[in-house]
């Protein structure tokens, strides 16, 4: 015996829980489907940044000393006011 997802008299323009979420826009016979193009240009930028990003993280090197040397400097300048204060 089969169960009947509608009731005799109703029609089908009310959806129930046997009414499918998807509709068949295409029918059963196009299955086949065209293949999505790749997006060359997006990844050519994807793949020039990460050869580029190794190269710039490594270029900071030569000046890390000056950089040092100012951070350490106004550190030393900003804790002498923040201390001087006090007294």
Do not use: W
């Given at each position: 015996m089969t169960a009947h997802l509608t009731s005799p008299g109703m029609d089908n323009s009310h959806p129930d829980e046997g009414t499918p979420l998807l509709n068949d826009c295409h029918g059963a016979q196009d299955t086949k489907k065209s293949p999505t193009p790749l997006p060359r240009f997006?990844?050519?930028?994807v793949l020039l940044l990460q050869i580029c990003e190794p190269i710039t993280s490594?270029?900071?090197y030569p000046y890390i000393n000056?950089?040092?040397e100012k951070f350490t400097t106004r550190f030393k300048f900003l804790f002498l006011i923040a201390f001087s204060a006090d007294k």
């Amino acid at each position: 015996m089969t169960a009947h997802l509608t009731s005799p008299g109703m029609d089908n323009s009310h959806p129930d829980e046997g009414t499918p979420l998807l509709n068949d826009c295409h029918g059963a016979q196009d299955t086949k489907k065209s293949p999505t193009p790749l997006p060359r240009f997006q990844l050519a930028i994807v793949l020039l940044l990460q050869i580029c990003e190794p190269i710039t993280s490594q270029s900071i090197y030569p000046y890390i000393n000056q950089v040092r040397e100012k951070f350490t400097t106004r550190f030393k300048f900003l804790f002498l006011i923040a201390f001087s204060a006090d007294k």
